[in-house]
């Protein structure tokens, strides 16, 4: 089968097993002097022809090992070989049989022996084989010539990124303690499969993971524990085959079932963080029943989803979900990350007061929103790859927006913002070190192994004192907005009592109606004119209360006209009403109509004079102004016939005269008493008695005068040049 005898061979080990022996004694000295190191000295040493790999290692931790056992066994051989004991014959035959018996030896690995520790980390003493694709089963995997095709690991985590290949893994234990409660500790990957040894000399299949529901399989801070088969006098070896569409991080140890019951630190470092969660929930709720702010309820409801998502990263979602449940944990995946991205970009909005620093982003943050919710139905027809791809792809989009929001708070000098920066800076931290973490390029501690829960609560905490920073500006803006609203409530006061006084001062009645003619307010001056009192208007009608009962109707057709048309202007009117004492007076009205934005008539504004005493004075003047004219025609109608009377005298007593001078006198002076009768009657006629047309009197005089001396019209031309005065 191999390119040389058994006895080449044998004359290889037995060179080199005494420079491993030396080896050895030289590491256990180095041991004794670094006692408490967790130092492993490994090595390699390769025979010619390829036939095998001699692998061994040294751990000061586990001084028994299996492979110590070869090199011994060859070495105590050879001493019997070299002093020719045992004959040439007899030789190539032990030489065969050692040979035989050692292969299994020299192929089975690191044999982990369990004592009295609770816990054994098994990635330094596992092999693993990756199957690219997906097609070998456990029987091919144990088989021998599959033996050599496991690779050693060497690393405390087997940490494969992102593969679609199916993990196999190797490993030897034996059971060296009393009490025997051994369990594997598992990843809860997408598909875990465990082959454990049984009776028959095959294997028996634990079968468990994401997509599948065990119930015979404890399931505990996100791992699975797997009971191992209780064996003190062999060593048993156990196959796991992995398949996951995530990071393939493989964390594998042995622990004791009873210590892990007990306590557990993943479990105490979860209750932690799920606590401090839990008290941000609770207080922030408390904190909008007070304040009444949306930003955080969306604050709440993306802290929650995030908590869902720590649950769902972590593998305790396989914990809760009941067996046989129609939900994978894909799926609640799916929902959760979904919503967690809706909320927080609401919470962006609010917390970032988007809509008013610039309205374009905060619709395109809403419009995102919406797609991450409509997310929620895909899980029922889109592959979970597709799913996280459109998620993804999302979240960049998410990424650009609220980062020009930032910008754009940052020039505004928005205080909060420093908090949402810090936040963003600690969750990306927590990401990338999940991250790195997973594509191996941090090591697998503590801190990275959960850094994104620590990031997620040191992002809630930061977004908590983001908020509380912004209550503190809101109640500094709401006092500043309280002491404004004071100082102008103390200048509307002063304003209202200023008016209050001018309205109940003034000499006018004022009153003001709705659009049926009610009373909503009077001044006292409207009362006093009605003698009635603020009691008497309350609920009344205007014309109920002032006007006559068989002018009612007609009143209320006129202010439903007045009131409905589309013209706005003050209608003035003059009516007789009624006083409570049933006296009439004399009112002259001006309305006013007030209207809203669209046109639609409020109330009407009235103001009314009482103007009785006027009525009474001008009906006086009017009768005083009737005996003037009387008087003045009287006397008007005495001095013409006086002064007619007169010229009439003159004319009678120059036809008795023949001296033609005392006739030319006597006609001169009728001539100037015609001109006094004519001016006379032009101040009569004048509606100004201080003023006269000169130009009408002139013409007048000149025609009375050539008509006494018998001129005719056709002999005698008459110019005339009047000046106007001003």
């Known amino acids: 089968m191999?390119?040389?005898?058994?006895?080449?061979?044998?004359?290889?080990?037995?060179?080199?097993?005494?420079?491993?022996?030396?080896?050895?004694?030289?590491?256990?000295?180095?041991?004794?002097?670094?006692?408490?190191?967790?130092?492993?000295?490994?090595?390699?040493?390769?025979?010619?022809?390829?036939?095998?790999?001699?692998?061994?290692?040294?751990?000061?931790?586990?001084?028994?090992?299996?492979?110590?056992?070869?090199?011994?066994?060859?070495?105590?051989?050879?001493?019997?070989?070299?002093?020719?004991?045992?004959?040439?014959?007899a030789r190539r035959a032990l030489a065969i049989l050692l040979l035989c018996s050692s292969l299994p030896v020299l192929?089975?690995?690191?044999?982990?022996?369990?004592?009295?520790?609770?816990?054994?980390g098994l990635g330094p003493h596992c092999d693993y084989l990756l199957d690219t694709g997906g097609a070998l089963s456990i029987s091919d995997v144990s088989s021998e010539p599959f033996t050599p095709a496991f690779t050693p690991s060497g690393d405390e985590t087997l940490n494969f990124g992102y593969t679609s290949a199916a993990l196999w893994l190797r490993v030897t234990l034996q059971d060296r303690s009393d009490h025997g409660h051994w369990a594997l500790e598992v990843d809860n990957f997408d598909d875990v499969r465990v082959?454990?040894?049984?009776?028959?000399?095959?294997?028996?299949?634990?079968?468990?993971?994401?997509?599948?529901?065990?119930?015979?399989?404890?399931?505990?801070?996100?791992?699975?524990?797997?009971?191992?088969?209780?064996?003190t006098d062999h060593p048993v070896t156990v196959f796991l085959r992995y398949h996951h569409q995530d990071t393939m991080l493989v964390h594998l140890s042995v622990v004791d079932m009873q210590a892990v019951l007990n306590t557990n630190q993943k479990e105490l470092f979860y209750g932690v963080y799920f606590g401090s969660i839990a008290v941000m929930v609770l207080y922030n709720l408390l904190l909008f029943f007070l304040l009444r702010d949306t930003s955080y309820v969306f604050y709440v409801l993306y802290i929650v989803n995030m908590f869902f998502i720590q649950i769902v990263f972590s593998g305790i979602i396989l914990d809760l979900m009941p067996p046989g449940s129609f939900?994978?944990?894909?799926?609640?995946?799916?929902?959760?990350?979904?919503?967690?991205?809706?909320?927080?970009?609401?919470?962006?909005?609010?917390?970032?007061?988007?809509?008013?620093?610039?309205?374009r982003i905060d619709r395109l943050l809403f419009v995102v929103s919406l797609a991450a919710a409509a997310h929620l139905p895909t899980i029922f027809f889109l592959p979970f790859p597709i799913r996280t791809l459109s998620l993804s792809l999302l979240f960049l989009v998410s990424i650009g927006l609220c980062f020009t929001v930032v910008i754009i708070c940052l020039r505004k000098r928005y205080t909060p913002v420093y908090f949402f920066i810090a936040s963003w800076f600690v969750l990306i931290a927590g990401v990338l070190a999940f991250v790195f973490r997973n594509i191996n390029m941090l090591p697998n501690t503590f801190l990275t192994d959960n850094a994104m829960q620590m990031g997620s609560?040191?992002?809630?905490?930061?977004?908590?004192?983001?908020?509380?920073?912004?209550?503190?500006?809101?109640?500094?803006?709401?006092?500043l907005a309280y002491e404004w609203s004071r100082l102008n409530q103390r200048k509307a006061e002063k304003l209202e009592r200023d008016y209050r006084r001018l309205f109940e001062t003034a000499p006018l009645g004022i009153a003001l109606f709705d659009p049926e003619g009610n009373y909503l307010e009077t001044n006292i001056s409207y009362r006093r004119m009605y003698e009635l009192e603020r009691e008497e208007l309350s609920g009344k009608n205007l014309f109920d209360t002032v006007y006559h009962e068989e002018r009612r109707e007609i009143e209320r057709e006129q202010w439903k006209n007045m009131v409905s048309r589309s013209q706005p202007g003050i209608s003035s009117f003059e009516r007789t009403n009624l006083t409570a004492s049933g006296n009439r007076i004399n009112v002259r009205y001006f309305l006013n109509r007030t209207v809203n934005e669209l046109g639609e008539p409020l109330g009407v504004l009235c103001c009314v004079e009482d103007i009785t005493d006027l009525k009474k004075a001008l009906h006086k003047l009017t009768d005083?102004?009737?005996?003037?004219?009387?008087?003045?025609?009287?006397?008007?109608?005495?001095?013409?016939?006086?002064?007619?009377?007169i010229i009439s005298l003159f004319r009678i007593k120059s036809r008795e005269i023949s001296d033609p001078a005392v006739e030319e006198i006597l006609e001169s002076t009728a001539g100037r008493i015609r001109?006094?009768?004519?001016?006379?009657?032009?101040?009569?006629?004048?509606?100004?008695?201080?003023?006269?047309?000169?130009?009408?009197?002139?013409?007048s005089t000149v025609k009375q005068t050539l008509s006494a001396f018998h001129f005719p019209d056709e002999k005698l031309e008459v110019n005339y040049d009047i000046t106007p005065c001003t």
């Open 457 to 479: 609560s040191l992002e809630a905490i930061l977004l908590a004192f983001g908020l509380a920073n912004r209550i503190h500006i809101l109640q500094r803006e709401k006092e």
């Open 107 to 120: 192929y089975a690995g690191d044999i982990v022996n369990l004592r009295d520790k609770d816990y054994y």
């Open 675 to 699: 001109t006094i009768a004519n001016l006379h009657n032009r101040i009569y006629l004048s509606p100004d008695v201080a003023h006269v047309e000169a130009d009408a009197f002139i013409r």
């Open 327 to 359: 939900f994978s944990a894909d799926m609640v995946e799916t929902v959760v990350i979904a919503l967690a991205l809706a909320f927080y970009l609401q919470f962006v909005r609010k917390f970032l007061i988007s809509g008013l620093i610039s309205p």
């Open 195 to 231: 082959y454990l040894p049984d009776s028959h000399g095959g294997f028996r299949e634990e079968r468990f993971g994401r997509k599948t529901v065990q119930t015979n399989v404890l399931r505990r801070s996100g791992y699975s524990y797997v009971q191992l088969p209780c064996a």
């Open 2 to 89: 191999y390119p040389f005898t058994a006895i080449q061979l044998l004359n290889f080990i037995q060179e080199r097993a005494k420079s491993k022996v030396n080896r050895l004694k030289n590491r256990c000295r180095q041991n004794h002097i670094l006692e408490g190191t967790n130092t492993v000295c490994q090595g390699k040493e390769t025979c010619n022809g390829s036939l095998f790999n001699l692998q061994w290692r040294y751990i000061p931790e586990r001084p028994t090992h299996t492979r110590k056992a070869g090199p011994m066994i060859v070495v105590f051989f050879t001493q019997f070989w070299s002093r020719s004991i045992i004959r040439r014959p």
């Open 624 to 645: 005083t102004i009737k005996e003037k004219d009387i008087l003045l025609k009287e006397v008007h109608h005495r001095v013409k016939n006086n002064l007619q009377i």
